[in-house]
């Protein structure tokens, strides 16, 4: 095997190691050396292949991100409505944000970052690896955007940017959704707490997409 083809196995070992690690501890939990010792290496032979670890994140991203645009594509029903579209779509994010609590966690950990600072800490290569997933998958919901709008349901200036606008709303719910407590004022005054019920709060998103497409000019 030549040096380039052990290398690109090694680092596809790595990834693999990084993902499974988030499964099933969280990204929090997941350190470095657990994912070294799950491959077998030292941790300085992570840092051979990756600048750091928001680099390992935004490549362990891209494959949460190829595995959500398969799903997207086969929720979205082009023979529908694009409200009813736009739903299966947010439905369909939602239930794969709240299997994998990871995926919503890692996708976070960058967004913490600015823009600037991501690209000082990410290679080239990586960011556009990144960028071509993300794109992937916000393409699914743009194009129902472009179809509400010419079928003169949606209101919409700029799709990419609603796009986007939907895929953060989306990861922040989520947070919520997987801290499972909200809090509202009880009749004494004092802060309760509740859980949250995901099926309500999946539909009341579904719903808020809806509207914010259909928003004024």
Same mark, same amino acid.
């Given at each position: 095997?030549?040096?380039?083809?052990?290398?690109?196995?090694?680092?596809?070992?790595?990834?693999?190691?990084?993902?499974?690690?988030?499964?099933?501890?969280?990204?929090?939990?997941?350190?470095?050396?657990?994912?070294?010792?799950?491959?077998?290496?030292?941790?300085?032979?992570?840092?051979?292949?990756?600048?750091?670890?928001?680099?390992?994140?935004?490549?362990?991203?891209?494959?949460?991100?190829?595995?959500?645009?398969?799903?997207?594509?086969?929720?979205?029903?082009?023979?529908?409505?694009?409200?009813?579209?736009?739903?299966?779509?947010?439905?369909?994010?939602?239930?794969?944000?709240?299997?994998?609590?990871?995926?919503?966690?890692?996708?976070?950990?960058?967004?913490?970052?600015?823009?600037?600072?991501?690209?000082?800490?990410?290679?080239?290569?990586?960011?556009?690896?990144?960028?071509?997933?993300?794109?992937?998958?916000?393409?699914?919901? /743009?194009?129902?955007?472009?179809?509400? /709008?010419?079928?003169?349901?949606?209101?919409?200036?700029?799709?990419?940017?609603?796009?986007?606008?939907?895929?953060?709303?989306?990861?922040?719910?989520?947070?919520?959704?997987?801290?499972?407590?909200? /809090?509202?004022?009880?009749?004494?005054?004092?802060?309760?707490?509740?859980?949250?019920?995901?099926?309500? /709060?999946?539909?009341?998103?579904?719903?808020?997409?809806?509207?914010?497409?259909?928003?004024?000019?």
């Amino acid at each position: 095997m030549a040096v380039s083809e052990r290398r690109a196995e090694r680092k596809r070992e790595i990834l693999e190691a990084t993902r499974a690690l988030f499964d099933e501890r969280g990204v929090r939990d997941a350190q470095i050396e657990d994912i070294a010792q799950a491959v077998g290496i030292n941790r300085a032979i992570i840092y051979r292949h990756f600048s750091g670890k928001e680099e390992l994140f935004a490549e362990t991203l891209v494959s949460y991100l190829e595995e959500l645009e398969g799903l997207l594509a086969q929720a979205d029903d082009t023979d529908a409505a694009p409200d009813a579209r736009l739903g299966y779509l947010t439905t369909e994010f939602f239930d794969f944000g709240a299997r994998l609590p990871a995926f919503v966690d890692c996708a976070q950990a960058l967004l913490r970052r600015r823009g600037d600072e991501l690209l000082e800490e990410v290679s080239e290569a990586v960011m556009i690896s990144l960028g071509t997933a993300m794109t992937a998958c916000l393409s699914h919901v /743009v194009r129902i955007l472009q179809d509400g /709008v010419e079928a003169g349901e949606f209101v919409v200036r700029d799709p990419d940017l609603l796009a986007n606008i939907f895929y953060t709303q989306a990861l922040g719910v989520l947070n919520l959704v997987n801290l499972q407590l909200t /809090v509202r004022k009880h009749n004494a005054g004092l802060p309760v707490t509740d859980s949250v019920p995901f099926d309500e /709060v999946k539909s009341l998103m579904s719903v808020a997409a809806v509207a914010m497409a259909r928003g004024r000019s």
